[in-house]
């Protein structure tokens, strides 16, 4: 295959023993291996034989004989189980991958979706192999999920939970970027401010009142 | 985390789960995580022209963030809890 479809990204680096290199920065650690797994993009196998399926806490990569890729679980948007021989005539995993990019944009006719099949020699373990998606896919929610649970970074409290000091930190940041926000003048701005318009803090004058009072009567 | 709560209530009813990318499944709920991740069983893909090869598919697991709506069974909404719950969320209680 001359080029890997969006979303997925060639891994060219294997360790000593020609098994995948995770990114240990990014908490990555390998969960679930498989071995004698085929894979497709589309109709197009990416190579004739067999490789090897990592299932990691970050993405699924798969290794073969010469070439390497992986696809990490945020453009995973969606994997399932595939028995029926018509749609391909084994078992197997069937994915759809998106760019991260075009992910979230929605209502977008042109976002490229690649359809990507992982074909285990040992069709039996196909289960556990969805089962290890699943849960690693889990751990994957995009940065910006708005994770409520605990009342982090909402200003939202009653009167017992205030009492019972929830959201103390939150408040008092609150009320620092508040106070930060009220720029009190100083003294030597009120002269400045009556230097420059001296009839600034006199009462509007009252004859003019007067005349409109008269002049509506 | 209403919608997390308020999901689980449907487990085991058929939905319609529409994407971002205009594919729409239909199955049989069978779980939802604190990410709104769904797992779906017995689907069907609603508009199977656009990808034929889903057809085949039994089981899946839907990206959370991907959903854009999920289309309800009608009897599967209790409006009187979800308006109490709307409001027990609102309070923050």
């Given at each position: 295959m001359e080029e890997l479809p969006a979303g997925v990204e060639a891994v060219s680096n294997r360790d000593g023993s020609g098994s995948l290199i995770v990114n240990a920065d990014d908490e990555e650690e390998i969960k679930y291996v498989m071995p004698n797994v085929s894979v497709l993009f589309g109709q197009e196998p990416v190579e004739a034989t067999a490789g090897t399926v990592y299932v990691t806490t970050r993405r699924v990569a798969w290794l073969g004989e010469s070439q390497g890729f992986g696809v990490t679980f945020r453009s995973i948007t969606m994997h399932a189980i595939s028995r029926d021989p018509e749609a391909h005539s084994q078992p197997c995993i069937y994915t759809q991958v998106e760019s991260p990019e075009s992910?979230?944009?929605?209502?977008?006719?042109?976002?490229e979706v690649t359809e990507m099949r992982l074909i285990p020699?040992?069709?039996?373990k196909l289960d556990e192999l969805f089962r290890w998606l699943c849960d690693c896919a889990a751990l994957?929610?995009?940065?910006?999920?708005?994770?409520q649970e605990d009342g982090a970074g909402e200003f939202y409290f009653d009167e017992e939970e205030i009492i019972n000091g929830v959201g103390a930190e939150d408040r008092a940041n609150m009320l620092d970027r508040f106070d930060a926000m009220l720029e009190m003048p100083t003294a030597g701005d009120f002269d400045q401010l009556i230097s420059e318009d001296p009839g600034r803090f006199e009462d509007e004058d009252e004859g003019v009142v007067d005349d409109r009072m008269s002049n509506g009567a | 985390m209403l919608f997390y709560s308020y999901f689980k209530t449907l487990v085991g009813q058929q939905v319609t789960v529409e994407l971002k990318n205009d594919l729409a499944i239909t199955g049989s709920l069978h779980s939802v995580d604190q990410y709104l991740n769904i797992k779906l069983e017995n689907t069907r893909v609603?508009?199977?022209?656009?990808?034929?090869?889903?057809?085949?598919?039994k089981n899946c697991f839907i990206r959370?963030?991907?959903?854009?709506y999920v289309q309800l069974p009608a009897?599967?909404?209790?409006v009187d809890i979800l308006h109490d719950a709307t409001r027990r969320e609102a309070r923050g209680t």
């Open positions: 992910l979230g944009i929605g209502d977008d006719e042109d976002i020699g040992d069709s039996e994957n929610p995009d940065p910006d999920f708005d994770d | 609603v508009d199977e022209g656009k990808y034929p090869h889903m057809m085949s598919v959370g963030s991907v959903v854009r009897g599967g909404v209790e």
